[in-house]
């Protein structure tokens, strides 16, 4: 039935594939018209680009296989929007994509094509006071080759009506309903229909926040639905007295959800699981570091990047793992984490990362919990779905390194921006009883007292609970007191000593923490500091920590800085055994010129394990590594990179990694735009070189059309084998 299928769609499209083209000629040739009314707005584009590309892969027995591929895509956007009113405005228009595919693999010949068409339409009332809209879009996914026809559709349907009156509470309600369904509705038949109200009132003092959403999840080949009804109620207060010498703040947030699944529905439950702060860093050590705070990861804002990029490093750019987590408050269960990044990525670009999933119960010691070869992406939202067996941490981070640049068109893509880190915890609808419901609290409370102005000398009590309603309830109380002085003119010390009592999943626990800073600038190109902490925790699975890190930043002379790391760190459980860890760290940086920057760096670290029973030896892990790059820029147009890094390690050996780079540009501000990029890398420990050569050219014939070429040169050679991957694409653009 599906070949009889494909075969009358593959006809259809033959009849029809000259007729794209020819409309946007059309539309292309009326395109310096002006629109008739002064309000109405036309614009679109036309881009074709034509690929082709050959991979050649040899094992290490002298196997080889030969992939030849050629692409031919057309695309089109067109977009009209009238404004009846100042107010009233509707857009309408869409995307039409066709790309025709074929590929020879050892002799044997595949022909497919490949359609993407997003129309929609939206009405928009906008004032200062009232935002009213209604809209629709439609996107299809479709794929045809010699054997079978593939098509996904998802089209959407939206209302939205928000008020916002000045002084008054600001009111928004969404309504939705989104129908996804595969070719004749025979795999995927669904519905999913939202209502979803808020409201938000904010004064000096306080604020208030209602949310609530009705949701219903219908599968139509299965007869089943779930039913979801969440009701959320957030409210802050915080004052201040006496010239700030008295300060409290609060926040207490209740939650309601009630499930209901029926049928035999094959969906899942999705339970959106809280994170409490987003965190991020560049580190190529991720077992053992500390992530650093990134509230842009928890913001809701699925379209602005939130710092962490994973396209392609320029040349001489950081090319260490982004780690990106999330602290959940307290131990939490999750098996889901979507990532969302700022656009749509094709197969290559998205199946080209790999992810690792690391769990931590104090943002510094790690285990690594899986390792996923590549995360299924969109088909219709731009984010990674990273699924993983169920966890119960308080940390979870992912760690992914940029994209490389031997993945074919990988030039395209310098910029690839996270945006947000949704945790979820998934459940099988038919796994769970038919009717569930739950009541949530989080409450948080914080009160500071001044007790001295010389020196700046507080107590501080906090109080944090949390009850989720399906596990048992955890909460924190703290008292401490803290102190900060200008000791002298260059030197300032700050210290802090409480008490925590926390009630966990693992039982009841006391700990005591201090920690303590000296910051010294004794001249303004000097910069030293030395922090501290110990703590010591009772009750069940208790242990002491403690840690000292000493840093100097200097430039010693003008084009010439230097800095250096000192720390330990001992961590030692109360049911025995211990672990010592010694970091040591130099960098120096010499700018001679403006033209040329040399960076060098030596990096140790020793960490020694001893285990509870005599039975279990103990364990040494000593990492060394030597690093030195330059970048030269003789030129504006002319950008040549080197680095060489050597690392030694008892537990995995010893390799060295070097890479070279160049990038040229001939023509900056030219209306042709010539460039070369050069990228090689080694890395000893399979004597594998990874080799990268892109030159490209770009015409701009006007501000709106250009022409565009480029070659793509990818070599891998290993003890493994090689692979070679050349890819020729050329591009034409118009807009009007």
């Known amino acids: 039935m599906t070949d009889c299928v494909g075969r009358s769609e593959q006809r259809r499209l033959r009849g029809r594939r000259g007729l794209p083209l020819l409309l946007v000629a059309l539309a292309a040739a009326l395109g310096p018209a002006r629109p008739a009314a002064a309000d109405d707005e036309l614009n679109g584009?036309?881009?074709?680009?034509?690929?082709?590309?050959?991979?050649?892969?040899?094992?290490?027995?002298?196997?080889s296989t030969d992939e030849t591929a050629r692409s031919f895509l057309q695309r089109y956007s067109l977009n009209f929007a009238h404004r009846f009113f100042p107010n009233l405005e509707f857009r309408v228009g869409g995307l039409y994509e066709h790309e025709r595919l074929s590929t020879d693999l050892s002799g044997i010949e595949s022909v497919g094509n490949r359609q993407r068409v997003l129309p929609y339409a939206l009405f928009t009332l906008r004032t200062q006071i009232v935002l009213a809209e209604i809209g629709y879009d439609r996107r299809t996914e479709r794929f045809d080759n010699d054997l079978s026809v593939s098509k996904l559709t998802q089209e959407n349907w939206r209302a939205n009506f928000g008020w916002n009156p000045l002084d008054l509470p600001r009111l928004r309600l969404e309504l939705s309903r989104r129908n996804t369904f595969d070719l004749g509705r025979e795999g995927l038949d669904t519905t999913e229909d939202r209502a979803q109200l808020g409201m938000r009132y904010s004064a000096e003092t306080y604020e208030v926040n209602y949310r609530g959403s009705l949701e219903r999840d219908t599968d139509h080949i299965h007869g089943g639905a779930v039913e979801t009804n969440f009701q959320s109620a957030h409210a802050a207060w915080g004052d201040a007295w006496l010239d700030r010498r008295l300060t409290l703040s609060t926040d207490y947030t209740v939650s309601y959800r009630e499930t209901t699944a029926t049928g035999s529905s094959a969906g899942e439950i999705i339970q959106s699981v809280n994170a409490v702060a987003g965190l991020s860093s560049i580190d190529d050590t991720p077992d053992h570091d500390p992530l650093n705070p990134n509230a842009a990861l928890i913001d809701g804002n699925l379209t602005v990047g939130a710092g962490v990029?994973?396209?392609?490093?320029?040349?001489?750019?950081?090319?260490?793992?982004?780690?990106i987590g999330l602290d959940l408050g307290f131990a939490n269960q999750l098996n889901t984490i979507l990532v969302w990044v700022d656009q749509t990525l094709p197969p290559s670009i998205a199946g080209s990362f790999s992810w690792k999933i690391y769990?931590?119960?104090?943002?510094?010691?790690?285990?690594?919990?899986?390792?996923?070869?590549?995360?299924p992406f969109g088909p219709f939202d731009n984010r990674f779905e990273i699924r993983f067996p169920a966890l119960v941490t308080r940390y979870v981070k992912l760690v992914v390194s940029p994209l490389s640049p031997i993945v074919p068109d990988a030039t395209s893509w310098p910029q690839i921006l996270v945006t947000e880190l949704e945790p979820q915890l998934r459940t099988a609808a038919s796994g769970v009883e038919n009717h569930t419901s739950e009541v949530s609290q989080l409450f948080n409370g914080n009160f500071r007292a001044r007790l001295l102005n010389v020196p700046a000398f507080y107590y501080e009590l906090g109080y944090f609970l949390s009850n989720p309603g399906t596990g048992p309830t955890q909460w924190t109380l703290s008292n401490g007191l803290s102190v900060i002085q200008a000791l002298s003119p260059i030197l300032t010390g700050q210290a802090r000593l409480s008490r925590e009592d926390r009630q966990e999943r693992i039982g009841r626990q006391t700990a005591y923490l201090f920690s303590g800073a000296l910051t010294a600038t004794p001249i303004s190109t000097v910069q030293e500091s030395l922090v501290v902490s110990a703590v010591n925790e009772q009750g069940d699975f208790g242990r002491d920590t403690a840690s000292a890190l000493f840093s100097s930043a200097a430039e010693l002379y003008r084009g010439i800085g230097a800095n250096l790391v000192v720390g330990r760190s001992v961590i030692r459980p109360h049911e025995g055994g211990q672990s010592i860890s010694d970091t040591g760290e130099i960098g120096v940086t010499l700018n001679p010129n403006s033209q040329l920057t040399v960076n060098l760096l030596l990096q140790d670290r020793v960490t020694d394990t001893t285990f509870p029973t005599p039975a279990q030896p103990e364990q040494r892990d000593d990492t060394r590594a030597a690093e030195i790059g330059a970048a030269y820029r003789p030129l504006r147009s002319l950008y040549l990179f080197a680095s060489t890094r050597a690392e030694r390690s008892n537990q995995t050996g010893s390799r060295t990694l070097r890479n070279y780079a160049l990038s040229w540009a001939p023509f900056p501000d030219g209306t042709l735009h010539f460039s070369v990029f050069y990228d090689s890398t080694y890395h000893t420990e399979l004597a594998e070189t990874e080799q990268t050569l892109v030159p490209s050219v770009r015409w701009d014939v006007t501000s709106r059309i250009y022409l565009q070429t480029s070659y793509q040169d990818l070599r891998t050679d290993s003890v493994l084998g090689s692979t070679r991957t050349k890819v020729w694409t050329a591009t034409v653009h118009a807009a009007f």
């Open 309 to 323: 990029d994973l396209g392609l490093p320029p040349p001489g750019g950081d090319i260490r793992p982004r780690n």
């Open 45 to 63: 584009y036309l881009e074709l680009t034509g690929a082709a590309s050959r991979l050649n892969t040899e094992d290490a027995t002298g196997a």
């Open 359 to 375: 769990s931590s119960d104090d943002n510094l010691n790690w285990t690594l919990t899986q390792t996923l070869v590549t995360a």
